[in-house]
């Protein structure tokens, strides 16, 4: 396992939607990927030190109907702009993820069109899966179509493009919808990239299936704990911290195979703040730097941004908005988010054994859960209160908190202690 990953903390970046891109192709090229650079003096000083990007490469659209994986859309800018924000992440430490789109491709992709015009049975036919003579498309999305992933070339080529950007600086791979996409393929294509780049972190997009089975037949670090992220929400909104529970404990399961992926918040879901109140919110980031996992902060929730998902076109563009020039022209009232975010994070740089800590649940009430992690010198205990009256906090010198919190949880407040 990768030394670097156990300390290792993501601010996620739709790149598309940051820089305020046009939602299609455009025949140009706009050099905006210096937008992002931009910010890493505030992502290092939130406490991270990973760039997670979304999806950077030509496609139509949103990024996930790609048409070259070796090429820079041109709303973002050039493959010298890519590699100048690249450079600039690794002068100031901060780790570089992309995102690879590898189980389909957009229409538009030259090897798609080829198979059009030359039929299933063709070289090119062959990269994807067909059915009574047309293309499989993914879940319902008619503008892409599934790879073939049982193609001797198609392994080439996403071995060839991970490789590529892997050798350009690049630290590691999210692999969209992996949950689609046979681990066979990955037992195939990824040691082969680890050949040169053993210090790679690969992790995959899971929204269900067995989690643990899948990363030992694919050979991925990681996958997305979308479990977890459920119950999270789920147990704040509910006001039933037993499924947390219940969800925690499968998630400590998987630790002695891997370590997932955490988050609260990412580019396909609706915003935190726009699902629980924003004491709520905070509560949740709690919890997700308390756990182990590798977590990510989706740009904006440590600004308590809001956007609803919807199922339609353009359903997304809530949750992917575009980012101001500058830190100093993000609202007054997200702030007091940012230094909780802060605090949390300077938690798991003080305790970084949190990686990878089970962490046990000591006190359950529907409203009510205190959580207790050791590295066996180290105690730690973090309480939190979703009821409408207040509890007594557990003994202990306060590591982070709630704003107002002392002896006492007021409702709707969090604290991590150090135990006496």
Not at 104 to 124: I, K, M, N, Y
Not at 246 to 272: K, S
């Amino acid at each position: 396992m990768q030394d670097w990953v156990d300390h290792v903390i993501w601010w996620q970046v739709y790149p598309l939607g940051f820089v305020g891109a046009e939602a299609e192709a455009v025949d140009r090229t706009e050099h905006r990927l210096d937008r992002i650079e931009g910010w890493f003096d505030y992502l290092l000083e939130l406490g991270c030190n990973g760039l997670a990007l979304g999806p950077v490469f030509a496609s139509e659209t949103h990024g996930y109907d790609t048409v070259d994986h070796l090429r820079v859309d041109s709303r973002l800018g050039t493959d010298s702009d890519m590699d100048a924000l690249i450079g600039a992440a690794r002068a100031k430490g901060i780790r570089v993820l992309l995102d690879g789109v590898f189980n389909h491709v957009g229409r538009s992709h030259p090897q798609f069109v080829r198979a059009e015009q030359d039929g299933p049975d063709s070289d090119a036919g062959r990269w994807f899966r067909w059915k009574d003579g047309r293309p499989r498309t993914f879940e319902g999305h008619d503008l892409l179509v599934e790879l073939n992933h049982d193609e001797p070339a198609v392994q080439e080529h996403v071995t060839e493009v991970m490789t590529h950007w892997l050798d350009r600086g690049v630290d590691g791979w999210r692999l969209d919808a992996a949950y689609a996409v046979s681990p066979a393929f990955w037992a195939a294509v990824l040691p082969r990239v680890r050949e040169a780049h053993p210090d790679a972190w690969i992790v995959g997009e899971m929204i269900h299936g067995d989690y643990a089975s899948y990363v030992q037949e694919s050979g991925l670090d990681a996958i997305t704990q979308y479990e977890l992220w459920k119950a999270t929400w789920s147990a704040l909104k509910d006001a039933n911290f037993f499924e947390f529970a219940h969800a925690l404990g499968r998630h400590d399961e998987l630790l002695p195979t891997f370590v997932p992926a955490t988050f609260v918040g990412n580019h396909d879901v609706t915003r935190i703040a726009s699902t629980l109140d924003d004491d709520d919110a905070d509560i949740a980031a709690a919890l997700l730097f308390f756990v182990a996992g590798t977590p990510t902060v989706y740009y904006g929730d440590e600004q308590g941004f809001r956007g609803i998902k919807e199922e339609r076109v353009g359903g997304d563009d809530d949750i992917r908005p575009e980012f101001p020039a500058t830190p100093d022209d993000l609202a007054p009232y997200g702030w007091p988010h940012y230094r909780r975010h802060q605090a949390l994070i300077a938690m798991r740089r003080r305790f970084p054994w949190l990686h990878r800590a089970h962490a046990e649940v000591s006190g359950l009430e529907n409203t009510a859960i205190t959580l207790t992690a050791t590295d066996g010198t180290t105690t730690l205990v973090l309480s939190a209160n979703i009821g409408d009256a207040p509890v007594p906090r557990p003994a202990g010198d306060i590591v982070a908190a709630a704003d107002g919190v002392e002896n006492d949880l007021r409702p709707h407040s969090w604290a991590v202690t150090v135990r006496p």
